[in-house]
């Protein structure tokens, strides 16, 4: 398939030289690699950039106007982070190709309205800004919480047809597979060395995951991902990764890993950047059975689901027995679901659907909802079907991206082992 446009209407292959929400959604490991979208931490003011020699374009130590200066994760806020989110915007909108970032998915299933609304969306956005992005399939993560890793080749393959069918433009970003990167993941090995047990152990988001895990026991894959992550992020020197609330821990220990780096092997040069945190302000959607949207309980409309599914996903939606609809988070968490749905993806409030409806019930809920749901998945649908004839230009996209985070992380690991004298 050759020529098909890039989702700002240059073909691809060409390289290249609000709606009031409900609280945020709680990322989970189960879901997504890193959560993205929204706002930001303040960087240590020895935050380094890409070593453009090594790994392409990005900002470096000696450009001091690509930060501005501002305390450690650590000792912010939630709140402070998210009014820093602003800063951070202005300075991707000044000059985005300061910027580089990390995000991806696991491969555990196709890709739903939850993940478009609270990570895609974004993604498309910051690359169309000009951001540099890095998106990983986290292959080898998919074994943290489980014991074998199903459907493995379908999945990677679903993921990317999500990613091109959404407007992930491979010839402006790099989407590749945690196994294809050997570099990577042998970067995990002095990064361990950098953190102690007990910061592992004390890692909250861990120990939520730990206890939601379907293994009987803890693998040590588990206990250590947050390390794999810092291997993930520091890989390609990332400045900027969005994450969840719940994420920052990880991110924080990144940001350890990089400054403890630097300091034991840097000899006075910052070999790794202290990523900062682009922290998600996405809305969540309720699943159609009211909980939490999930690949994994089959509640959610998929990317990929054709307009007919999407309308039997969401006449069976849970509501309640109120006849008129009101916009209300608080006590009718179902319908403002819904509304909330309908409203992001007709670009408006959701108060004002709910005005729309007034008293005409469940049932003229639904059927907004399900209309605008299908007119907004149409141009992805018809995108993701066209992709989906082409399994060849699929194994393709992955193979260039592969390729291209080899050349990256094999010219970090070089540099890590130059500055630990093990080049022999």
Known sequence: MRNRAASD????????????????????????FLNTTGQTTGPDTSVSGPDTSASGPGPSASDPGAFASGPSTD???????RARSATLE?????????????????????????????????RVRLQNL???MFVIIADYQVLTDRDVADNLTEHVEELVLDYLA?????????????????????????????VSVAELNRNPTVKDEIAHSRQSAVSGLMFTYPVHQAADILFCKANLVPVGQDQLPHLELTRTVARRFNDRYGSGTAVFPQPDAL??????????????????????????????ETARLIKGAKTDPERHITYDPATRPEVSSLLLLA???QDRPPQEVAADIGSAGAAALKKIVTEAVNECLAPIRARRAEYARDRAYLRQ????????????????????????????
């Not at 030289?17 to 997504?32: C, G, K, L, M, N």
């Not at 990390?102 to 890709?111: E, N, V």
């Not at 989407?175 to 361990?192: D, G």
């Not at 302000?281 to 309980?297: E, I, N, Q, V």
């Open 166 to 194: 959404v407007g992930v433009d491979p010839a402006r970003g790099t989407i590749f597979t945690h196994s294809a990167v050997p570099a990577l993941n042998q970067l995990m090995l002095p990064f361990l060395s950098l």
């Open 130 to 132: 000009g951001v540099e």
């Open 90 to 122: 202005k300075l991707i909108l000044e000059n985005p190709g300061r910027f580089r970032v990390l995000t991806g998915d696991r491969p555990t299933g196709r890709l739903h309205l939850g993940h478009y609304f609270g990570t895609l969306r974004n």
């Open 9 to 32: 209407g240059r073909p691809l292959g060409v390289p290249w030289s609000r709606a009031r929400a409900i609280p945020a959604a709680r990322s989970t490991h189960q879901e997504t």
């Open 279 to 308: 922290l998600s302000s996405a809305p969540l959607l309720l699943g159609t059975d009211g909980t939490k949207m999930s690949k994994s309980r089959g509640n959610a409309v998929t990317l990929a689901a054709d307009a007919d």
């Open 397 to 424: 996209v992955l193979r260039e991206g592969n390729e291209r985070a080899r050349g990256v992380a094999d010219a970090t690991l070089a540099e890590v082992r130059t500055a630990m004298n093990s080049r022999y």
């Open 75 to 81: 000792t912010l806020g939630v709140s402070a982070a």
């Open 343 to 345: 409203a992001l993806c």
